[in-house]
Each structure stands twice: as C-alpha cells, then as structure tokens.
Nanobody, 126 residues
Framework: QVQLVESGGGLVQPGGSLRLSCAPIGFNWDRYAVGWFRQAPGKAREGVTCITTTGGDGITYYSDSVKGRFTLSSDSAKNFVSLQMTNLQFEDSATYHC?????????????????WGKGTLVIVSP
C-alpha cells in the first residue's frame, strides 16, 4: 500500500518550534519532489514549501508566509524529509500534509500533487 506518513505535530506556544517529518511507505519517492501543505479550519489549503528532490542537493522553495521561519530538508539515507518550524505563530495552526509533487519550482501547487498524507495537527496557543 502506498502511503505518506507524517509525524511531529503537537501543541506549542507562540514563538516556539516544532519539527515535522514525512516518510514514504510502499514506494520509492526518489523521482518525486516533496512538499508540505497546510489547511486550517475554514481556510483554503496553502502550499508551504517543497524540495526538488529527496536524493540530496535539492532546491527548496517557501511561501512568503513561512520564509525565514521554516526549513525543509531531506535525509536520503534515512528516507525522510523534515520540516523545521521556528517562531511559530497562531496563524501557523493547521493540519500539515506531506505530498509528493510532479514539480517544485516555487511554493507548491496542489495541482501537482500525486501522493498525499493524512496529515499531522499543529496548534499554536498560549
């Protein structure tokens, strides 16, 4: 069964940090770009960041809303990607989904998604 599995969400205070991870199960994602999307209740899905390859030396892109605060990286040996989130704010509260993408040349577009994880919840609250 082909899956993407996210982990690392939780409750954090404003200004705090979290690290999310995503790994593939049942398939090899080497030929895909990988990205993160988030969706808060009542809001549209937002493409947050993507990396052009998980195989090392990937180029990353970020939405303006997270640029300078979030860092996406890949570990090709351990076969996962990490999203380090710092200086989290209330508006970062959302369910974060990992996805494989057919392309990554800017903040990710959901039209480019192939595989999509169930998500991990991030809540930023005092």
């Amino acid at each position: 069964q082909v899956q993407l599995v996210e982990s690392g969400g939780g409750l954090v205070q404003p200004g705090g940090s979290l690290r999310l991870s995503c790994a593939p199960i049942g398939f090899n994602w080497d030929r895909y770009a990988v990205g993160w999307f988030r969706q808060a209740p009542g809001k549209a899905r937002e493409g947050v960041t993507c990396i052009t390859t998980t195989g090392g030396d990937g180029i990353t892109y970020y939405s303006d809303s997270v640029k300078g605060r979030f860092t996406l990286s890949s570990d090709s040996a351990k076969n996962f990607v990490s999203l380090q989130m710092t200086n989290l704010q209330f508006e970062d509260s959302a369910t974060y989904h990992c996805a494989t993408l057919r392309r990554c040349d800017g903040p990710p577009d959901e039209l480019d998604m192939d595989h999509w994880g169930k998500g991990t919840l991030v809540i930023v609250s005092p």
